[in-house]
Structures are given as C-alpha cells and as structure tokens.
C-alpha cells in the first residue's frame, strides 16, 4: 500500500478493498478534490459519481481547479458519509460514526464526445435515478463549455468508525449523562416545482 493512502492514525478503521470503497462512493453526492494550482493548494467540492473503475467529475472548462487537473496534475479526492453523532460523557470521547475514503492519482480528461456524454449521464442519475431519461440531451455547445475527468480507483484508503461511545473507565459512573449514537441519514423532502412547472406535472419519484 503506497505511503500516501496508508492509514496510522486509528489504523483498525483503515479498508483497503473495493467493496467498501465502491460503498461510500456509491453513497455519495460530493467529493471535495484537492489540487495544487500555481504552487497553492485548493480544495473544491464536486458533484461526483463512480463510473465502473473511476470516479467521475465535471465541471465549467475555464475553470482553473479542473485546468490544472487536466494538465496532468495530482489530485486527492475525499469523500465523507456522516452516519451518527457519537455522545460520550466526555468532549475528549465524542466523536461521529462515519464511512470516509482518499482518492489519489492523477485523471484522464475525457475528450470523445460520446463518452463525455454517458459519463455526464452518469452524474446525472446518480443525483436522482432515472433523471436523464425524464430531460432532453446534452447539447455539442454545452459538451464543449463542460470539461469531465476521470480519477482511477487504484490508489486510495477507505476509514469506517461503528458503534458507540468509548467512555473513559472512571467516566461510566455518571449515570446522570445520557451517552450513546444519535443517527444522521440524508433523505428525499417534498419535490418543490419552480415558477414554469405546469400544474399537473408529476414530481420525479424520490424512492430508493
């Protein structure tokens, strides 16, 4: 396992195999990138979706976070799924049940316009299954103003923290403080139409 995504800090949470990764990739919305442009680091956030072996992102090809990662540069892309709120008796013993992974290498910049446009097609299912089939295409002039990249998952680490608090000894004795895991998921709310949704169209169903 290379230096950079070997985990030493709580190394038992640490997971290396691609069921876990693929899991919290597959769970996730954003991944925050992180790129050194002109000698600074930048971390920005990125819609994402996994695509077989990669990860995908887009965004605005003047853009200069994705220009630098176009030209080849390194990157680490993070992902993060919150599951709980750990409450121990103690600050220095909270803590968060959580399923995180680090990406790193350097991406592919996607210039046949067919695949451009099912990877985009990806992103856009992955934020609402079955969305691409309910819009029209993507047109050449907004495939050309869109850059997409591809970041393999060959190199990366996986951390996954579970179950409640670990309370110091002498602390389980203050039986007037509640400890325990409060749970934090991320859920659908009420489809809200803007201004030029006709009455009577359907809201795109939001079960999963």
Known sequence: MPASTTVRRLADRARYDRATLDAILD?????????????????????????????????????GTLTSIADGTPVCATVTLVDG??????????????????????????????????LLDAVIDRLLPGRRAQIRGTTQG?????????????TFSAKVRSGGPKDAPEDLSATGIWGGVIPLVTSFGEPIPDAATAPGVPAPSISR
């Open 27 to 63: 769970g996730a919305y954003v991944a925050h990138v992180g790129v050194v442009v002109d000698g600074a680091p930048v971390v920005l956030p990125f819609a994402c979706a996994r695509v077989g072996d990669e990860l995908v992102l887009h965004g605005s090809n003047r853009a």
């Open 85 to 118: 709120l750990v409450l121990a008796r103690s600050g220095f013993h909270s803590s968060m049940n959580y399923r995180s992974a680090a990406i790193h290498g350097v991406a592919r910049v996607i210039s046949d316009p067919v695949e451009k446009a099912r």
């Open 142 to 154: 907004e495939l050309e103003a869109t850059l997409v990249a591809a970041l393999p998952l060959t």
